[in-house]
Nanobody, 115 residues
Framework: QVHLVESGGGLVQPGGSLRLSCVTS????????IAWYRQFPGMQREWLGT???????NYSGTLGGRFIISRDDGQNAVFLDLGRLQPEDTAVYYC?????????WGQGTQVTVSS
C-alpha cells in the first residue's frame, strides 16, 4: 500500500502560479512512476504527465508547457508547478503512484483560478 498526500492547492488569480506537492509513503525509487491528473466536475480524470522511476517525464500535449513536474527524493515528494493559470484550469488535482502492478491515488487538492 502506498499512501499519497497532495497539498498546495488554493485560490489563484488568472495568470498566477501554484506549486502542488505529492508526498509518498514509499521511497520514490521503489515506485514505478508517479503521475499527475486533474478532474473537472462531472468529467473523468485527465492525465497531465508522468515521471518514471528513472526521472524521465512525459507530458500531455495539451498543456502548452505550462505545467512542470519535478521531484525531491529526500522528501519522497513529487511536485507539479502550474504556470499561467486560467479559469479553465480549475479542477481537483491528483497524484497517482504505480508499484508492482498496482496503482494508488491521493485524496486530491482543489485548484481554483478566479479573479
Amino acid at each position: 500500500q502506498v499512501h499519497l498526500v497532495e497539498s498546495g492547492g488554493g485560490l489563484v488569480q488568472p495568470g498566477g502560479s501554484l506549486r502542488l506537492s505529492c508526498v509518498t509513503s514509499e521511497s520514490l525509487f521503489k515506485l514505478d512512476g508517479i503521475a499527475w491528473y486533474r478532474q473537472f466536475p462531472g468529467m473523468q480524470r485527465e492525465w497531465l504527465g508522468t515521471m518514471t522511476k528513472s526521472g524521465l517525464i512525459n507530458y500531455s500535449g495539451t498543456l502548452g508547457g505550462r505545467f512542470i513536474i519535478s521531484r525531491d527524493d529526500g522528501q519522497n515528494a513529487v511536485f507539479l508547478d502550474l504556470g499561467r493559470l486560467q479559469p479553465e484550469d480549475t479542477a481537483v488535482y491528483y497524484c497517482n503512484a504505480a508499484m508492482g502492478g498496482h496503482t494508488f491515488w491521493g485524496q486530491g487538492t482543489q485548484v481554483t483560478v478566479s479573479s
